[in-house]
């Protein structure tokens, strides 16, 4: 795929990209990039979903694969995190989902839950973890267990497409 595929292919879809070095200087940033983190061709980043990146890198150890993320929240807004790592550089394209999230905190009214369990919900869809939630929301792992055990129940086969747990 040529960087001309790539520009239309996320500029389509409200892709953010960015293409760092291998010092983690920035080469490329889409309009996208630019209006979420300023511009910073020839800049080192180090915040936004360079923080993701970094920290993900560091349990797995080493330099990864291509790595997804996602439902991750960046900047007050949420995407999904794709990084692709080759042999000189960086590539990060963040997908927004805020649309997504949106529309499935909407399908949440049409079941009998809560306020509570919408409470909880909420945070499930915007894909927060158990630990953040419980944090959050200042309950115990027994407490949450027992409210995200009636979320689905009370969601059915429904929850597959509601709540989208992402990958820790």
């Known amino acids: 795929m040529s960087m001309r595929d790539l520009k239309n292919l996320t500029e389509e879809d409200g892709c953010t990209v960015c293409i760092k070095d291998g010092d983690g200087k920035v080469e490329y940033q889409n309009e996208k990039c630019r209006e979420n983190c300023g511009d910073r061709i ?19 150890g080493g330099e990864a694969r291509p790595i997804l993320m996602p439902s991750r929240k960046i900047r007050d807004k949420h995407f999904d995190a794709l990084f692709l790592r080759g042999k000189t550089h960086l590539t990060t394209i963040l997908y927004p989902i805020e649309d997504q999230i949106s529309e499935s905190v909407k399908a949440l009214d049409g079941f009998e839950l809560t306020p509570r369990e919408k409470e909880i919900a909420e945070l499930l869809v915007r894909g927060l973890s158990n630990r953040e939630i419980m944090a959050q929301l200042f309950i115990s792992k027994p407490t949450l267990k027992t409210h995200v055990n009636r979320i689905y129940k009370k969601l059915g086969p429904a929850r597959e497409k509601i709540i989208k747990r992402p990958e820790r």
């Open 42 to 60: 020839g800049v080192s980043c180090k915040d936004g979903c360079m923080e993701l990146y970094s920290m993900k890198v560091a349990k797995k």
